[in-house]
DNA sequence: GCCTGATTTTGAACATGTTCAACGTCTCGT
DNA sequence: ACGAGACGTTGAACATGTTCAAAATCAGGC
């Protein structure tokens, strides 16, 4: 590890530490550079602007939710369980950070910044993520529709972030509502999945999967700056 | 109206004329307060914040569309009809905001805002919305299933913030890529809606409807200050 | 008309994210 | 070892949302 990716990893870490111990408004750039030993200018030298720290978050998220979803994936092969177990474990994981997490969605709502899980700048984190629904359909027993099965691990990608955005507006102790949206969800899920193998279905998931196709991604992804 | 109503008026047309010409972060509230013809701090007796003065957009978003949904409405009696034009008359109002309109969903993602559509504070625009939904679906020649119909106008809300969603992400000229995306999805939604009532789809539908209940809104929406 | 309290208005001061010109330090080819 | 350019660092200055004590204005009672 280079001296430079150390400095960088050192104000992460503070700046996560501010955040959680007094939140991210209240937590001032100065009050990161002092902590971190370094002045303020040089915090702008290694994150663009406060919300770039935020990075730090997400990606720290994301490597332990990994972890904790290899053990799961590895034993279970039942197609609801899988992702209702990986979807509990990102809660879990994410539990601590719950009462400034909101704060960051914020941030992540707008399409301009580069922090919107729908931004050219996320791509790889996104795909990681997809990458990981994928894992979480393709070893399973599920029988899917096969159009269906090509653009389900994004779908369910969507599925995920639109828990998550229940889940920044939860206050229910330890994320209880939260929790049973999604232990609930996940059944429906999985047995619309099965349905979409019915006749009656088919022409109506068919036009759905094309409606996906043809809409791309979002719109028009902000450009890279 | 009394002097302090046109005050705020005088100062809400202020913004959200700035807002257009230069953006929301290019608009200070010292230029706002200049061009209203008064000192910073008096704008802040009025609106608590900048955040504030964007319920005037909505407000106004919201009055036009009602108008422009009322001759919709009055004429055409296919469900599937009314929805999509109903969504599309709102693409066609907002459309002159759009350039600076994604600033806005910064602050509406933010549980703790009460911009948010979710808010405590946004209960009334909320529930004329939703009302506005009940009068689509209930005037229509439209056949739902008992339980569903009840819940569905809140679910009709819930994919038209899904469609204000994308929206703020669309950079296509004139919204075409949302203009698409409520005109392909209207009619899967009035299938599926039809669908309800078939046997097959009578259990899941009824177990969604219940969890909708049981979640109530959204979880423990923020407190009024 | 004048007093009193409420309402409204003011602008300077403050807090904090961000920029930038200047300066220091490190690397490497010669 | 030296010079040059790249890389890293500094802190003061700046921009802008927000606050607040003081002043101005207004409304109503006498």
């Not at 030298?45 to 935020?54: A, P, Q, R």
């Not at 939860?170 to 999985?190: E, F, G, Q, V, Y």
Request: hydrophobic letters at 40%; proline letters at 5%; a neutral charge.
């Amino acid at each position: 590890m280079t001296k430079s990716e150390q400095t960088r990893s050192l104000i992460v870490d503070t700046a996560l530490r501010l955040f959680a111990e007094r939140g991210y408004d209240k937590t001032t750039m100065r009050a990161i550079a002092t902590e971190a030993g370094l002045s303020v200018g040089n915090a702008y030298y290694y994150f663009g602007s406060k919300e770039h720290l935020i990075q730090g978050f997400y990606d720290r998220i994301q490597e332990l939710h990994f972890a904790a979803c290899a053990e799961i994936l590895a034993t279970e092969t039942d197609f609801e369980t899988r992702m209702r177990r990986m979807l509990l474990a990102w809660v879990d994981i994410a539990e601590p950070y719950r009462a400034f997490g909101a704060q960051f969605f914020r941030n992540a709502a707008d399409p301009a910044s580069p922090l919107s899980p729908f931004s050219v700048e996320s791509t790889e984190v996104r795909n990681r993520h997809i990458a990981l629904h994928s894992t979480v359909l393709n070893e399973s027993t599920a029988k899917v529709d096969g159009e269906l099965r090509e653009v389900l691990p994004e779908l369910m990608w969507l599925y995920h972030m639109t828990v998550v955005l229940y889940w920044v507006h939860d206050r229910s102790p330890h994320s209880a509502t939260t929790r049973m949206l999604i232990s609930r969800t996940t059944p429906l899920i999985a047995r619309l999945v099965g349905l979409s193998r019915l006749k009656v279905f088919r022409t109506i998931t068919r036009d759905g999967v094309q409606l996906f196709r043809d809409l791309g991604w979002f719109p028009s992804p902000p450009k890279p700056e």
